[in-house]
């Protein structure tokens, strides 16, 4: 039942013939845990929260930084450095206090997964990164939950409803039946990387809230089946419609994946082996190196854009055209290979051995974020 303070804080929505008292009962009821409590996911928690879905679970490790906070609004600038996750829980207490907002400060991954995603009804995925989309995906699946996914890339977002429910019980195609395969990892760089017009999240966190509220509430027709695409330069819409794959790993008519895999690895097969073939020193490491020794080459392979913003120095070569100006990169010297977090330097390093023998080269762990933690905080963080 409805409080008297419940009624008029949800009146606007309550009068919708549609919704009605019978939709926001069934939200207060309800519960939806969002993954990622960034650019997606704050607009995403913002919404639940303001419309009465009960109990909001908030999974992310991170802290906040002065670079989230042109697009993920639920952060000020008194934020920085605190956990993402519990600052977003104390706003949204400060917004409804009476919702039960459940933080986990953690990495889901295929040990907790499971665990985490349980006793929610709804799973809003606003993670960046493959693995976790799959993982999120397979554990839904396997659980029987409804995903509602998201995703953007600069001016660019997708949003569709994964293993939703029909009225026959069947339930709807998942991730795996749109993307059966990942591509390889430095085809789909993050925010930090590509870059993202701010409000883009925030239309895209906003259209994955409302598909929670449409499946709670028992309304509407949802985005199961459908992939909208959206364009924020031109505001063109597209809609690509999919099924479910008969082959599909963990939801096709021969099954084969039972349980969680590792999925850094089926995101980036034999990548266990090249990592244990990477030398790696962290940015203290690196520092000490440098000193004193002219020899050393840097080489820095992030976008130009982002070598305006910081930098230590050395021969700007992106890692998209690595392999075409290899011959840059010296061979009798030692070679320090760096980007922003040092994945896609781990990437540049690990081409250059396989296709050109390189076998001189380090990575700096972490990266300039890194550096910027261990060497040189006076160095702009971006």
Sequence with gaps: MLSASEFHRYSRQILLPEFRTEGQ?????????????GGLGSPALYYLAAAGVGRIGIVDFDKVDESNLQRQILYKTADVG????????????????????????????SDNAFEIIEPYDIVIDGSDNLPTRYLVNDACVLLGKPLIYGAIFQFEGQASVFNQAGPDGKRGPNYRDLFPTPPPPEMVPSCGESGVLGVLPGIIGTMQANEAIKILAGMGETLSGRLLLFDSL????????????????????????????????????????RNEA???????????????????QLI??????????????????????IE??????????????YCKSGQRSRTAIAQLQRKFGYTNLINMKGGLLQWIDEVDSALPRY
Excluded at 25 to 34: D, I, Y
Excluded at 300 to 320: C, H, Q, Y
Excluded at 324 to 337: E, G, M, N, P, T
């Design 82 to 109: 605190m956990s993402k996750a519990e600052r977003a829980a104390s706003r949204l207490r400060e917004l409804n206090p009476q919702l039960e907002i459940e933080t986990h400060v953690c990495i889901i991954n």
């Design 234 to 273: 031109d505001f063109s819409t597209q809609i690509i419609t999919f099924k479910p794959d008969p082959k599909n790993p963990v939801s096709g008519d021969h099954p084969t994946l039972r349980e969680l895999i590792d999925y850094e690895e089926f995101c980036n097969p034999g990548h266990t082996k």
């Design 324 to 337: 075409f100006k290899a011959h840059l990169i010296h061979r009798d010297s030692q070679v320090v290979v």
């Design 25 to 37: 009962e069934k939200l207060k009821e309800g519960s939806v845990l969002v993954i990622g409590a």
């Design 300 to 321: 820095d392979v992030r976008d130009p854009l982002e070598v305006i913003f910081s930098s230590i120095g050395g021969i700007n070569i992106p890692l998209k055209e």
């Design 278 to 296: 990477i030398n790696e020193l962290s940015p203290s490491e690196i520092k000490e190196l440098l000193t004193g020794n002219s020899t050393i």
